[in-house]
């Protein structure tokens, strides 16, 4: 950090501040987690000066040698890892990842067809690249007009899904007439017989699963019956999970790589990789994935393929079962520990690395308040919507809680409790503003003093 600091001390001081920050307040953000020092100085590294579009041995730049190495032994640990057909590690995050999974779903399943008609051939997979820019406008845009006609079924984010699932504010919602299944209004579960016949009438493309804030976990089995029925490519989002997945704490019916034709995952949440992407998939559509570049990336980053490779290493490791199991261990302990003290659990519990708390319907503050409240208190996570919620996504009625970075920090039950208990403490003397317009303020709050310093003395001793 002093070479940083040297010429640009402003960005090393801020380095620092985060360094103390994530070091200084317990980290419950379900998507964060700490990568190891290994992982970090394999991606701040020269490797970042490379350009290398392509694929391993078939690149658009001379002396990609060592960034090959590099991408091959992400690939075939990603592989080995999780049990895939084919990896792809150059996606730079999980919202390009799902972007990749999506076009070369498309590509194989609508563009080539499409281009086949149209010009009369038995496989468009044989054309050359250069036939795409040959092909009249009038051709090629009958083949736009079939990829902008499909129909993606994925689950809604006021449910717990994630803006690239359809989304008419992202990408997702706008090239695909998105459709969203939700969870049961009473057990807040999904209802697969519900996404049964919702998947039957609507016939999508893709069936998407995978979630930002659904605290359990999903039959894929029954998700693949679904998706057979209506001819739909199953495609599962792991961006959450794929560390317990890795770990083996997600197996048989719960397994998405035993089920999904694509899966995509980022690799910083429960993974505990450097921030980036990783797509999985079948054989058949290994092909179509490799031309993330240039069907959505540009070049790769091979600094952060170097990290993903180091941190997929890790994960192999024996070690990493046990830190899976105890995450989900860990959020069992903070979940019950959230009942007995009466905090209204969403669904419950939880199966996986989070819980979802309705701070909304008894204790009568918003979800930006309370966030805002336990971080005065030295605990940082993040307001969240609850399925139906009616503060909507901006202040919201929830709260999510992860136990990835906690876990691997060493914490275990008694920490939780203890985390649970300090968490009621502050959300039960948090007193919302009078509104302006009569009612309470969505915003403002005052928390007990004495709350807060002895909420702030208690995380300070975790
Ligand atoms: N998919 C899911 C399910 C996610 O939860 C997230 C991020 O929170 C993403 C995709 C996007 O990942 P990124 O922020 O790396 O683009």
């Known amino acids: 950090l002093e070479t940083v600091a040297g010429v640009a001390p402003d960005v090393a001081r801020a380095i620092v501040a985060e360094l103390a920050d994530q070091r200084g307040n317990i980290k419950l953000i379900a998507s964060e987690n700490y990568s190891s020092l290994a992982t970090q100085l394999a991606m701040g590294n020269l490797l970042t000066d490379k350009y290398a579009e392509g694929i391993p041995h078939h690149r658009f730049y001379a002396g990609c040698d060592n960034v090959d190495a590099v991408e091959d032994l992400a690939n075939a640990r990603a592989c080995e ?14 919202a390009d990842a799902n972007m990749v999974a999506f076009w070369a779903i498309l590509r194989a399943r609508v563009e080539l067809p499409a281009m086949a008609e149209i010009l009369g051939l038995e496989n468009a997979a044989a054309l050359a690249p250069a036939d795409w ?19 993606l079924l994925g689950m809604d984010l006021a449910s717990g899904g994630h803006l690239t699932h359809g989304y008419r504010l992202n990408v997702s919602g706008k090239m695909f007439e998105a459709h969203g299944y939700t969870v049961d209004r009473e057990t807040f579960l999904l209802d697969y017989d519900a996404i049964e016949n919702q998947a039957l009438e609507v016939r999508p493309l893709i069936l998407l699963a995978g979630f930002s804030a659904y605290p359990r976990n999903i039959n894929y089995r029954r998700m693949r019956e679904i998706a057979d029925k209506v001819g739909a490519v199953l495609m599962v989002d792991m961006a959450h999970f794929s560390g317990l997945v890795a770990g083996k704490v997600l197996t048989g019916d719960e397994d998405p790589l035993a089920f999904a034709d694509v899966v995509t995952t980022t690799t910083h949440k429960t993974l505990r990789g450097p921030r980036g992407g990783l797509v999985l998939c079948k054989k058949e559509f290994a092909e179509h994935v490799d ?58 519990g939880t199966d996986n690395h989070l819980v979802l708390v309705d701070v909304a319907s008894a204790l009568g503050v918003t979800g ?47 920490e939780m409790r203890e985390i649970a208990e300090v968490v009621h403490l502050v959300l039960t003397h948090i007193v919302p503003a009078e509104g302006k317009s009569g009612g309470k303020d969505k915003a403002k709050y005052t928390l007990d003093q004495a709350a807060e310093k002895q909420a702030s003395d208690r995380v300070a001793k975790l």
């Open 81 to 94: 890892l999780f049990g895939a057909e084919h990896a792809y590690a150059q996606p730079h995050s999980g």
């Open 133 to 151: 820019n040959k092909m009249p406008l009038e051709q090629w845009n009958k083949v736009r007009v079939a990829l902008g006609s499909q129909r």
């Open 291 to 348: 031309r993330g570049c240039p069907l959505v990336l540009g070049g790769p980053l091979p600094h952060v393929m170097a990290a993903k490779a180091v941190a997929f290493t890790e994960a192999l490791r024996p070690e990493f079962k046990t830190y899976a199991a105890k995450i989900v261990e860990n959020s069992r302990a903070l979940a019950e520990a959230f009942v007995s003290v009466g905090l209204n659990v969403i669904s419950g």
């Open 368 to 414: 930006r308040q309370a966030e805002d409240a336990v971080r005065r208190c030295g605990i940082t996570l993040n307001r969240n919507p609850i399925p139906f919620d009616p503060n909507g996504p901006w202040y919201t009625s929830g709260l999510r809680f992860g136990t990835p970075a906690v876990t691997t920090l060493g914490m275990g039950r008694a």
